[in-house]
């Protein structure tokens, strides 16, 4: 498809309009998470996101962290070594600490193109944020390499995201975000009947072979069960199978379907 066609497809079924080169903010799915990129590609769907993050400010040795070489051959350990000895000598740039210091980021577009321009923020795949530098001792001498643990991963320098999940401003993508987290609090704060009562309501609402009748008659049997069987509602599973509303004894294998 060509890109003018591609443009005028998604204008139409796309109320969140981006051109390319504009500064994007979105959310993860869950909303627990926002972030920008710069718009590089148009879908049918969505939008192709250059992604970027902060320039690594450290320095090995002096030696800014870009630049070190960590192929060289072994060394020999200092006079007076002991393993508190400090072999890798892990600093800050000082340039770059005091552009940082000068300049302000308050994710406008604006702002954020400015940062990319000056270099404060960088393509991910242009340096290696996510390795921690240390010092590999053994009987020939020394030397500085990098290491990874299994939790760091390296940043991606583009991501595909739904246009659902995309902002035109960073307090907007916030919002989303601060809703997220009101919701958490807010389930925290209930009462284990409370939340067995709220994912009864959620199964109900996605049964769609009910009526709103029958849904009402269902809840009122699923809410009386403590009182005519003895089970307790925060015991109560339900689930919504072919339109039809099942429900179980937490932990029971067999799922019993209700009609009412």
Request: hydrophobic content about 35%.
């Amino acid at each position: 498809m060509a890109m003018d066609s591609l443009v005028s497809y998604t204008n139409e079924f796309n109320p969140k309009k981006f051109n390319l080169g504009d500064i994007v903010f979105f959310t993860n799915p869950s909303g627990s998470e926002w972030d920008w990129g710069i718009c590089e590609d148009i879908f049918s769907d969505g939008y192709g996101l250059a992604l970027y993050e902060i320039v690594d400010a450290r320095t090995v040795e002096g030696v800014p962290i870009a630049e070190y070489d960590f192929q060289q051959k072994p060394r020999k350990l200092p006079k007076g070594w002991s393993y508190n000895t400090d072999l890798v000598h892990l600093g800050m740039d000082e340039a770059i600490m005091k552009r940082m210091k000068e300049e302000v980021v308050d994710y406008s577009p604006e702002n954020l193109k400015h940062l990319t321009d000056c270099g404060l923020f960088v393509r991910p795949s242009s340096q290696d944020k996510s390795c921690n530098v240390e010092d590999n001792i053994s009987k020939d001498g020394y030397t500085i390499v990098k290491k990874y643990s299994y939790s760091q991963r390296s940043r991606s320098d583009f991501a595909c995201v739904n246009w659902y999940f995309c902002y035109h401003t960073v307090d907007e993508a916030r919002a989303v975000v601060n809703a997220y987290k009101a919701e958490l609090k807010r389930q925290a704060g209930l009462s284990e009947a409370e939340w067995s009562i709220e994912q009864i309501d959620k199964t109900l609402s996605g049964c769609y072979n009910m009526n709103e009748e029958a849904k009402k008659a269902t809840r009122e049997w699923l809410l009386n069960r403590e009182k005519e069987d003895g089970i307790q509602v925060e015991d109560i599973e339900t689930r919504c199978f072919g339109g039809v509303l099942q429900w179980r004894k937490w932990h029971n294998k067999t799922w019993k379907e209700l009609a009412v």
